[in-house]
């Protein structure tokens, strides 16, 4: 049974600084992975998706990268601003490809960046 | 920018009652989901629907819960006889279709359901 585990649970940083966050998988056979951010009383909104087939991807400050292998995802954010702070949150997605597609979620990262 | 809709954002509601919990999708999008969150816990997967039928769904996902799109924009999750442990904030989702560019999913901002 897939399990997603994301560390930290929270971290608070200056602004300006550069930060990781890391997501784990134990099952390595996935179609993909996704990177998702959650601000209180809103929904999910999807800021990267990778491909088994792909290392990383790129979205302006973001970087995600895959380590398949290894069962491993990090989420680099560059240049930390306020408004970064959110609960970011990995999700992947298994190989049998059925209409369906269900995401199995980490339990996520809550971010604070201090002006 | 397209969003996927949730009404109502709150919702309040005696244990044993019936439930009704609304959704509008993106308009072009085929695969619509429900997942849920009970606070504090993981986002958890419900259902998933395609072609006005389910195609996987979780063993949450009991004789309780039921899914239909009635027309051709709303997406419904309705929950027949509530439990305390129903209480969570439930969100709909949707994809376009197959294909490896279109597996982005788009959440809609949920709904906080109370159980009393």
């Known amino acids: 049974k897939q399990e997603v585990t994301q560390i930290p649970a929270a971290l608070s940083v200056p602004e300006g600084e550069n930060l990781v966050l890391n997501c784990s998988f134990t099952d390595s056979a996935i179609y993909n992975l996704q990177w998702f951010r959650q601000d209180p009383g809103k929904g999910l909104t999807s800021l990267l998706l990778i491909q088994s087939s792909q290392r990383e991807q790129t979205s302006g400050r973001l970087n995600a990268s895959l380590d398949k292998s290894s069962g491993r995802s990090t989420l680099y954010i560059a240049a930390s601003q306020p408004g970064d702070s959110a609960t970011y949150l990995c999700a992947v997605k298994g190989t049998l490809y059925n209409q369906g597609g269900k995401l199995i979620f980490g339990q996520g990262t809550e971010l604070s960046v201090k002006p | 920018e397209p969003e996927v809709t949730q009404t109502p954002s709150h919702q309040v509601t005696q244990m044993g009652q019936e439930v009704i919990l609304r959704c509008v999708p993106i308009s072009n999008h085929l695969y619509f989901y429900w997942y849920r969150q009970i606070l504090g816990q993981k986002v958890e997967f419900l259902v998933s629907?395609?072609?006005?039928?389910?195609?996987?769904k979780s063993e949450i996902f009991d004789d309780q819960f039921s899914v239909e799109r009635p027309d051709g924009s709303n997406f419904t999750l309705k929950i027949r006889s509530t439990k305390l442990e129903d209480s969570a904030m439930y969100f709909c989702?949707?994809?376009?279709?197959?294909?490896?560019?279109?597996?982005?999913?788009?959440f809609g901002s949920g709904t906080q359901l109370s159980v009393l």
């Open positions: 629907f395609y072609n006005n039928e389910i195609s996987e």
């Open positions: 989702a949707s994809r376009e279709n197959r294909g490896l560019t279109n597996e982005k999913l788009f």
